[in-house]
């Protein structure tokens, strides 16, 4: 357990529906990320924040997808009309001050659109 | 455009056996490289990162990786492999607080 947790773990919602996935970070620290992981493939990096600022967003697949972190503690990332290409794991991971710290992984919130 | 690369998709090696998982990167500057490991529905974890200094690198689990810069790769190496080691391995780079991961390295160590 690294101390960052994810909900749900795992989301079945129907093409065309709204869906949200949540993100705890480890307490103390001050950046946030989200990644995209298909089958087979590493992590696609998405967003990221630095408390509650985001600085980074260029990489967010689509107009349907949006993340927040509104105080500087959990997130959210919400994808509106969900389509099945967006099948995916979705993870979360959140890292301390300094560029050179390593990032810890939540297990991942994994979507299923059918 | 900051990348790395881990040219095999799959790597085999028997247990007890010296195992290599390679990787190469091109990013700008001093680049700043992770190792990373992933079990079956499971997050990734952190196994090794060098940032500057030498060039050999410990970490979790009796793994290391060597930087060579002239190379421009950090391969990440164990002197004995155990069956318990096989899983996902995840090359990553950090540019600017953007983290870029590798499309990753299947290790399979048999008995």
């Known amino acids: 357990d690294t101390g960052v947790s994810q909900d749900p773990r795992h989301k079945i919602t129907k093409r065309g529906q709204n869906v949200t996935f949540r993100c705890d970070p480890i307490?103390?620290?001050?950046?946030l990320y989200w990644y995209r992981q298909t089958l087979g493939q590493g992590p696609e990096f998405l967003t990221y924040f630095q408390n509650e600022a985001q600085l980074e967003k260029s990489r967010l697949l689509s107009d349907r997808f949006s993340a927040e972190r509104p105080k500087g503690s959990f997130s959210t990332l919400e994808i509106q009309r969900t389509e099945q290409g967006d099948s995916a794991m979705y993870l979360c991971?959140?890292?301390?001050?300094?560029?050179?710290?390593?990032?810890?992984f939540g297990e991942g919130s994994r979507l299923t659109v059918l | 455009a900051q990348s790395v690369a881990q040219p095999e998709d799959q790597v085999n090696v028997a247990e007890g056996n010296p195992l290599t998982v390679k990787c190469t990167y091109s990013?700008?500057?001093?680049?700043?490289l992770f190792w990373y490991v992933q079990y079956p529905n499971r997050g990734l974890q952190f196994l090794l990162k060098y940032i500057t200094g030498d060039n050999l690198v410990k970490g979790s689990y009796g793994f290391e990786a060597e930087f060579n810069k002239s190379q421009t790769s950090f391969h990440l190496k164990k002197p004995s492999a155990l069956v318990s080691d096989s899983a996902l391995y995840f090359c990553?780079?950090?540019?600017?607080?953007?983290?870029?991961f590798g499309s990753g390295t299947k290790l399979n160590v048999k008995p």
């Open positions: 991971a959140s890292g301390g001050q300094g560029a050179t710290g390593e990032l810890f």
């Open positions: 990553a780079g950090n540019n600017f607080n953007k983290f870029y």
């Open positions: 307490s103390e620290h001050n950046r």
């Open positions: 990013v700008s500057g001093n680049p700043y």
